[in-house]
């Protein structure tokens, strides 16, 4: 129940930083910016004495385009869940490839041996071809 309470949370804060990670992607490349510190040529003029409504608008304005644009979260979240629960199995199958005899990780397919559960699926995705998720979390010691 903790554990997968656990994972639970790490999936979340995963899929919150990807998010704030990518909005804020998304606006430099719409402002057309390659740094976050850099001054967008698509800058309004004058932003500090418009009226409020203006100033707002200028903003939901951009806003909207990067909801529109980049976003498109129903589309998207299918995917989203899917890389997650394909994360989940990977993560899943090594664990299950734990020889509590040996101390050691075998490969199911060639019955090679490793130490680390990294050393296993670096060996699975050369030698085997697994679809290894980047980022994918496997870290047991
Ligand atoms: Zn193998």
């Not at 800058?43 to 980049?70: A, G, H, R």
């Not at 050393?119 to 980047?134: A, G, M, S, V, Y």
Request: proline share 3%; charged share 25%.
């Amino acid at each position: 129940m903790i554990v997968s309470l656990v994972y639970l949370v790490f999936h979340y804060s995963f899929i919150d930083d990807c998010l704030d990670a990518y909005i804020v992607t998304a606006c430099l490349h719409l402002l057309d910016l390659s740094d976050i510190d850099e001054i967008s040529s698509r800058k309004q003029t004058l932003f500090d004495i418009l009226p409020k409504e203006e100033q707002n608008s200028f903003i939901s304005q951009i806003s909207k385009v990067i909801l529109e644009k980049y976003i498109k979260i129903p589309n998207d979240l299918p995917t989203l869940s899917t890389e997650t629960a394909t994360m989940d199995t990977q993560k899943r199958q090594i664990e299950a490839m734990f020889d509590n005899r040996q101390q050691r990780y075998v490969c199911e397919v060639c019955d090679k041996q490793y130490k680390t559960a990294n050393d296993l699926q670096r060996h699975l995705k050369d030698q085997h071809l697994w679809n290894i998720t980047e980022n994918s979390g496997v870290n047991i010691p």
